[in-house]
Structure formats: C-alpha cells, structure tokens
C-alpha cells in the first residue's frame, strides 16, 4: 500500500507486520472505488484484510491463560517471558507472577501492540467503507458492512483490554494519514471511550449475522456479549471504586444501570439463538483415581503399604475436558473466539507446549496449577467443600493417609472438572512424539522420566509392572490436564483449538452475578449456577449458599475460579471486585505462601508490601516511552 509508515510510537504503525495478511497487503496499492486500482477492488480483498486485522487481534488474546499467573491458583514456570517466538515475535511480551512492584512496565509492548491492531483495524474500515460506498449492489453493500462491523468488534474488543489495564488512554477510531494528528493527543476519559464502545457495539449488533456463515467469523451472540461483558465491568467500577483512576467517579446509580444492562445484554445470549453447553453440559463419565495398597498388607511376607496398586483411568474423561479440545471447534458454548490454523500454517495455537511435558511431543509445561487449587474442587456427593488435604511429605505412610495429598483416594469423589483440569500422582496421559501416541504415561511429582512401579493384583499375589513416569517440570506437585489433546496428529505449536474469549458459562456466571447486584438471588441465577455445576457432576447448591447477596457471590465466585482456571480471567476479576488485599493479606501482612504438595513452600509474595505496591496492580504505567514522546500524556497516580 501507499500508506506511510509514520514513526509515531503511539500508533505503532511498524505492528503492521504482525500478521502475515497485512504484510501481503503492505505490497498492494490502495483504491477509492471496487473499479479501479490493484487493491480495495473485490469481495475477496475486503475479507482478506479482515483476516490480518483479526490475526493482529488474535496474538494479543490467545495466549491469555499466562494472565492467570497473575492469581493465586496458577504458577508460570519461572518468571515466563512471552516473546512468543514461534509465531515470528509477534505476540506481546509480559511478566506474569503477581510481583508488588515494578509490575506495570512489563506491559509496555502489550500496550504499543494493541494500538498497532487498532491502527490496522481503522485502516481496513477506512478503505472497506469507501468500497461500500462505491458500489451499487446493494448486496455487496450489506457485506461490505458486515466487514466493517467485524473490524470494528476487534477494535472494540482490545479497547476493552486497554481501559481494564490502565484506565484512561487515547481513543482513536479514524485511519490516521498524519503523525500530527495523533502526535500531541492526551488519554480520552474512560467514560467517553466506554460510551463509544457502547455505541459501536449498539451498531454492530444490527449488522452481525445471528449465526456465522463462515468459521473463524462473528455473529450477533459475541456483540452482545462483550457489550454485556463491558457493562459489567464498567458496573464493577462504579459499584467498587476505582481510586488508582483519579479522574474517574463513580456512582451507585451508574452501577445499577450497567448492571441492569449487562444482565439484559448476557439474556439475550442465554435466551434468543438457541446456544447451549458443551454437550447438553452433562459431566459425562470419569475414571476414578490410583489405587493404593492399603496399610499393613503383606502378600506372601511383602509389605505392600502405599505401593501402586492400580493407576488413576484416563479412558473415560469428563465432557468438560474434550470442551478445551479442537473436538468442540464450532460448537455453541463458544460465543467469541479466535479462530487458529493448525498445521503447517504458522497460524496454530501453543497450548500443548505451554501446558504438557516433554513426554508430549517436547513440550515445555510452563503453565502449572498451584497447590492450593485443589480444595476448590467440591464433592459430588455433599456438593461442599471437602476436608483440606494435608501436604505430607513422601512416604509409603502417606499414600494411605486420610486426607493426604499424596493419597490418590484423597481425590476421589470430587467435581468431574477437577479430574479434566489437573493430574496429581498416578494420573495418566497420552505421551506423543514423532505425532504418534506412544502410550499413556503416568505422573509422579519430582520423578520426571524415571521408574515408576505399579503391584497390580494377581489371585492372591502380585504382578509387577514397569512404566516410566510422565517427564513434565512441576515446582506445585500439580500439573494441567486441560487443554492437552489426547490424541496425535499435531505437533505442540500446531494445534487448531480455538482460544475462547467468551464462553457460555461464562456469559451464565456473568449473568447471575449481575443479577445478584440488583436482587439478590434468583430463582434464575440460581438455576444458571446450577447448570455449572452439573457438568462437574455436582449437586445443586444448598439453600444457604443462595440465602442472602454475599453468600451468593461466594458461589458465583466458587464456579468462575474452577470453571474458568487457564482462561485469563481470574485477574480480572480480583481487580475490578477490589479483592487483592483479601486474597494476599493486604499492606504491611506476612503476604501470601503457597506450598508443594510435600509441604515445602515454593512462593512467597507480598511480604509487608506497601499500600502503593497494591495500587500499582489495580491499574498500570502508561509507558513512559509514549510519555516522552507526548507531553499531553498524563501518568496514572500509583506510578507518578
């Protein structure tokens, strides 16, 4: 294209090269009309660069799951810097352990990224919607429109991103031709920047198709949901308090309304285009953990205390673990996703490497479950929390002692989500390599690649069995299940999974915590969280879990961490329910520990942390890069 590339860091026109679409397209040359020029001319043009500008959104959100090592119950593996150069350098980088301090700075090229999709995506409607006005087919028109309403969701999707992360930043919705248009711009206050994306969103309804046509497009379901998605949040805001953003004011009154508005907006998801859960959202079936021998038996003078009697089943998986599989691509729980290409395409989506081990097909594991995350899984025959389990360290004793996390019978009888999410000792898994299976493979933490025996039961002796333990890096005693294919065929950055934005148990759990703000509990919600936790084959919630607001929020709170873990959202939550301090302890505290399954601690953050620490992860710097550049940039109070 003609179009210059200007050097305003702001804008950050060199993210162009982010997608390999826009790369083709930076060769072309512009036209005002669909007759004339070597580009902007046909159908296939406008939906080819549609494509770059959702590729360049794709690579800000579809590694999402490292957010989660901003919470409590997800550890990145050391201190797990997304260059991402698999994908030619194109995703953001980020620091993502919770640290109390400094934390901000590590979002700098998050924050230059998202303006370069931004930029991408104006520049696409700008040309798009001279095409469309050049034209007198009225039938090109309408699909000219729906290209722009497309562009237009992706801008508005990373607004979103931009005024979660730091509150009040530039808004700039017009193809910029000149740096001096945008040189000398100051931040757009977050309410104006929220009621345009209101606006567009408004838009953008009426012209998405109910369903799309096409895989890897969008229709009315995910503009509806992110606008509800956006009314929450701008609801928390208001109804929590937003001090860090000292030019933003919040009112109860404003909260009631965007409260109101989500739930309206996530009803229509729920109610008008026939979407439901994963398979019905029934649990499915779920093998049982390990056996162990019990304590004090001998066969023929063997003491068989807390050896391996029978490894934990992995034929018979959960629904709920095929849902994060590329088996459910297109299915309608999926209300906003992006679309990956699998093989042989540099295009694929990395969840295999970053969630399983060497065992599979190389694979790094440096996403890991924390130990703390296992109390959350509630029993399927009470429908409560279980007894804590209790770190020991390992012995023969242990794997037979009641409530040991070494003890595979500890973790029976729990939600079927637990099971499909995590694996502790004695779980299996499919190994892969060369893209073949080579048998499933059982875990034992700390014994990675090594001998691992199993005494299966023969009449009244014993058979001894061999394997070789799952070789796969954990510091927690924990590792993920979720997200791992179970089959071969694809090697570990070659997967075609397609990463959610916004799930329909998602949109429930938003729902009935809307709905919870203006009334309390309803009969609604209540059903809405219940058909959660069905699909972790869990009973319905007792009567006192739903008597009054707080204890509701208790058990909406309850279903997002363990029905949303590895999906980005958890730190989300924290900061715009105001709950960090809760969580780590607050100002000046002992901080937050966590523990091994041994016992042994392996993190410790928030150590007699300042009340400016704090501050400093509600809300980030504006990069002092773009602040040196422009003048008219202000800085967000924690960082000044």
């Keep these: 294209m003609n179009k210059k590339i200007y050097k305003l860091s702001l804008v950050f026109l060199a993210a162009l090269s982010l997608a ?34 959702i590729s360049d959104t794709r690579y800000l959100f579809n590694r999402d799951y490292y957010l989660d090592g901003m919470g409590e119950y997800v550890k990145m593996r050391g201190n797990s810097f ?8 194109r995703a953001y980088m980020g620091r993502w352990d919770y640290l109390p301090w400094g934390f901000g700075g590590w979002f700098e090229n998050m924050y230059k990224y998202c303006y370069g999709a931004i930029d991408h995506a104006n520049y696409v409607i700008d040309h798009v919607s001279t095409m469309r006005d050049n034209t007198q087919s009225e039938e090109v028109k309408k699909k000219m429109q729906v290209v722009i309403a497309e562009c237009k969701l992706m801008r508005a999707l990373i607004y979103f991103r ?65 606008r509800g998605k956006l009314n929450l949040y701008w609801a928390s805001w208001n109804h929590y308090g937003w001090p860090e953003l000292d030019t933003f004011t919040p009112s109860e009154a404003e909260a009631q309304r ?66 994060f599989t590329p088996k459910a691509n297109g299915d309608g729980e999926f209300v906003f996703t992006f679309q990956q290409g699998g093989s ?56 037979v002692t009641k409530n040991s996390s070494l003890n595979p019978e500890s973790y029976a009888n729990r939600d079927y989500r637990m099971k499909a999410t995590i694996m502790w ?9 060369s893209l073949k299976e080579t048998g499933l493979s059982p875990y034992e933490y700390k014994n990675w690649e090594g001998p691992l025996d199993v005494y299966e039961e023969d009449g009244d002796a014993y058979k001894k069995v061999n394997y070789t333990s799952y070789n796969v890096l954990s510091t927690t005693g924990y590792v993920f299940r979720k997200f791992i294919r179970n089959y071969a065929g694809q090697d570990r950055t070659d997967g075609d ?24 509990p309803t009969p609604t919600s209540v059903a809405l969280v219940n058909r959660i936790r069905h699909r972790g084959n869990l009973p319905a919630l007792k009567a006192d879990k739903y008597a009054d607001h707080d204890s509701f929020f208790d058990a909406i709170e309850q279903e997002r961490i363990v029905e949303l873990i590895g999906e980005g959202q958890r730190v989300f939550d924290l900061r715009r329910w105001r709950r960090l301090e809760k969580v780590y302890g607050g100002p000046g505290s002992t901080g937050y520990t966590w523990y091994d399954v041994f016992g042994a601690q392996e993190n410790q953050y928030w150590v007699n942390s300042s009340i400016l620490q704090y501050q400093q992860c509600y809300i980030f710097q504006i990069p002092e890069s773009e602040r040196n550049k422009n003048s008219n940039l202000t800085q967000n109070k924690p960082w000044r």
């Design 20 to 53: 390999s679409c826009r790369d083709n397209l930076l060769e072309q040359e512009p036209t005002d009309a669909l007759s004339s020029g070597k580009y902007w001319k046909t159908e296939a043009d406008a939906t080819s660069a549609l494509a770059g500008v």
């Design 162 to 226: 931009l005024i979660s992360w730091w509150g009040d930043v530039p808004y700039i919705d017009w193809n910029v031709k000149s740096n001096a248009e945008v040189a000398s711009m100051p931040r757009t206050p977050i309410s104006e920047i929220y009621a345009k994306l209101i606006a567009d969103l408004d838009e953008i309804e009426q012209v998405l198709p109910a369903k799309a046509k096409v895989l890897g497009r969008y229709s009315k379901p995910a503009a509806i949901a992110l």
């Design 497 to 520: 999974f397609n990463w959610p934005v916004i799930r329909l148990a998602d949109v429930f759990l938003m729902y009935a915590e809307a709905d919870n703000e203006i009334n309390g």
């Design 344 to 399: 042989s395409t540099n295009q694929g989506e990395q969840l295999m490497r970053d969630f399983a081990g060497r065992t599979i097909q190389y694979s790094q594991s440096w996403v890991n479950p924390r130990a703390n995350i296992v109390d959350r899984y509630q029993s399927t025959k009470t429908g409560d929390f279980c007894e804590p389990l209790v770190a020991m360290s390992p012995s023969n004793n242990a794997r």
């Design 425 to 433: 000792d004695y779980e299996q898994i499919m190994g892969m390599m």
């Design 258 to 323: 965007a409260y109101k508005a989500a739930r309206e907006d996530f009803g229509k998801v729920i109610n008008d285009f026939n979407l439901d859960l994963y398979r019905g959202g029934e649990p499915g079936v779920c093998d049982g953990p390990a056996e162990m021998w019990p304590k004090g038996t001998k066969i023929n003078g063997v003491d068989m205390t807390g050896k391996v009697k029978k490894l934990g089943g992995a034929t018979n998986l959960p629904n709920y673990f095929y849902l």
């Design 82 to 89: 997304l260059s991402n150069s698999g994908n030619n350098g």
